[in-house]
């Protein structure tokens, strides 16, 4: 297994945000987590990716724990993310973002970078090659050199994927990429997933439009109220009595 959730437990006072959570995620596959607002979802993103250490479980990452340690240490593992409130350098152009995600696969440090060495100018040509591939991937191309800032909001979800992707991870986390999105760009963004997945890269998603992550996930954990109620394919869950009375809806029932 690339990813282990072992006995994830973590309360904020007297709010459990999550309860003895554990699963797994095989390489190579798209894992969902659903649930209503609260259930605990984006607090487990921050786990596993360092924003918030457990009272007690293991986040297991290619055989290794790396639960507490901090959220730099963790994009060196190889692991990147998107948030649930976009996060660019509005200051940046569309290109420099993307820039910005490939920081862990630079040699150069801060001396090297500004003598101007020329294998450093070798490496920032580089970079922004695959910079600017990163963003035809998420067809963001012909806004490279824009302000971040003048993006609408779907389209810097997209470029957030972008500077993710930049940072060449062997594990994504999407949080709630499609909120935002339009239909157009929605449908975009499903191709996007399932052609990530075709290289082999692993994605883990929060999202809640059901008939995108019906599409794309190979399987579904879902949360209420910080506990783990049910996991399984999508038909699977689909058909779980307790999902469709936590959040599903009898709209879902097959």
Do not use: C
Request: glycine letters at 8%; a negative charge; proline letters at 5%.
């Amino acid at each position: 297994m690339l990813l282990e959730l072992q006995e994830i437990t973590l309360a904020f006072g007297g709010l459990q945000a999550l309860d003895r959570v554990s699963f797994a995620v095989p390489s190579g596959t798209v894992q969902a987590v659903i649930g209503p607002n609260g259930a605990g979802k984006t607090t487990l993103f921050n786990l596993i990716t360092g924003f918030l250490a457990p009272q007690s479980g293991r986040v297991v990452f290619q055989g290794h724990e790396i639960q507490g340690r901090p959220p730099f240490e963790v994009a060196r593992l190889g692991i990147s993310r998107t948030f649930q409130l976009v996060q660019l350098f509005d200051h940046m152009s569309v290109l420099e973002n993307v820039m910005v995600g490939r920081h862990r696969l630079s040699r150069a440090g801060l001396l090297a970078g500004a003598v101007r060495l020329p294998w450093t100018r070798q490496e920032d040509k580089s970079i922004r090659e695959h910079a600017l591939e990163d963003l035809a991937f998420v067809g963001l191309a012909d806004r490279a050199h824009q302000p971040a800032a003048a993006l609408p909001l779907g389209l810097k979800r997209l470029l957030e994927i972008a500077r993710a992707l930049a940072a060449e991870p062997t594990l994504l986390l999407l949080d709630e990429p499609a909120s935002g999105l339009d239909a157009v760009e929605t449908e975009r963004l499903q191709e996007m997933i399932l052609a990530l997945r075709e290289r082999g890269l692993t994605i883990l998603l929060v999202e809640h439009d059901m008939g995108l992550t019906m599409e794309v996930a190979d399987r579904i954990a879902v949360l209420n109220y910080g506990q783990l109620i049910a996991t399984g394919t999508p038909r699977e869950v689909q058909k779980n009595p307790e999902v469709i009375a936590a959040y599903l809806g009898t709209d879902w029932q097959t």
